[in-house]
């Protein structure tokens, strides 16, 4: 990909985050005060405002990246390895750090916990496709076993004594 383009795709890029974190800080001000309705739908908002500021972030510190790397001649090749990136990989993502299968192998956890690219990949991935849907992890893990039932075999009682000593 040639600089003028590159250039001008991470200018769109800056320009896209800069609208969306700005339309982003006024959402919270506090100027609309409603009922207690309201109030309880912004508390809600929070948390996902917060990860949106969050992701947000991570974007634009790859921008800053990026535009580090095309400054020094690199852009368009991984960070990783330095084999280049597809110009239809930049065109569709000018942030891409990795290549296609670099970044596959970063989400499968293949990479390690935290390959760089920019906060967007999760190698920790906390998420898994289960054989049966309709079994959850722990029953998965414990297998047959069903921990609502007593296991099966001789019952334990309780024998109390009276110890006469103490008195």
Known sequence: MDRAHARALLAQERDRLERLLAAGSGAADGADLGDE???ADRRDATPTDTAVRRLLRARWVALERAEARLAAGSYGRSVGSGRPIPDERLAADPLAELTVEE????E???VGEDDGAGGLVSAGHPFKVLEDADITPEEELAGEEDDDEPAPGPTQS???ERDDRLR
């Open 37 to 39: 309705v309201d109030d």
């Open 103 to 106: 970044a596959a192998a970063a």
């Open 108 to 110: 499968r956890g293949a």
């Open 158 to 160: 309780m024998r109390a």
